[in-house]
């Protein structure tokens, strides 16, 4: 859908608090020069209106309208299973922050009354040489570390456990 800003026609969106624009992605033209026109007068408007960033998401329904996003100026950011974040700058320099990077796994010591310490070994390996390790794993999109663990042991293990307290952190760059 396009939107009629007075004299013109620009594509639907809306400000965010960074000075950004973030453009309707249910509204979106799917016919290639129906959103190349839109696109551009909306960049016009926007960068005369002062913004800086415009976040373009495309569903895979629009995904024709990206070749056109490109030549504007727009350059991917990252990509869902239905749809791609584009971001382009409309004041040379802008900030635009980087998409997660890191995932971030637990591992649960679970030691029993008999000081005996719990370890599986790992179904799934690149070699065949067995080895054991924590039972852990890597926590889902809005998951609690505590849930994480909770679910990972019980999982890999069968065995119940209750959450007692975080043992350290490790930060590990390159893992996937």
């Known amino acids: 859908m396009i939107v009629d800003n007075g004299a013109m026609d620009v594509l639907a969106a809306t400000p965010d608090q960074f000075g950004g624009i973030i453009v309707d992605p249910e509204q979106l033209p799917s016919d ?87 370890v599986v070994c790992e179904r799934h390996r690149r070699t065949s040489q067995i080895y054991y390790k924590l039972p852990g794993g890597a926590l889902q999109p809005g998951e609690h570390l505590v849930d994480t663990v909770l679910r990972e042991v019980l999982e890999e293990t069968g065995v119940s456990v209750r959450f007692e307290s975080l043992v350290c952190f490790r930060h590990w760059h390159g893992y996937r």
């Not at 551009?40 to 629009?62: E, F, I, M, Y």
């Open 32 to 118: 290639v020069a129906e959103f190349s026109a839109a696109l551009n007068r909306s960049l016009d408007t926007w960068r005369s209106a002062g913004h800086r960033v415009v976040w373009l998401k495309v569903p895979l329904a629009c995904a024709a309208v990206i070749t056109v996003a490109v030549a504007a100026g727009f350059f991917f950011h990252h990509s869902n299973e239905g749809d791609l974040m584009m971001i382009c700058r409309l004041v040379e320099g802008a900030f635009v922050p980087t998409h997660a990077t890191h995932y971030i796994g637990v591992g649960g010591v679970v030691i029993n009354e008999r000081q005996e310490l719990l």
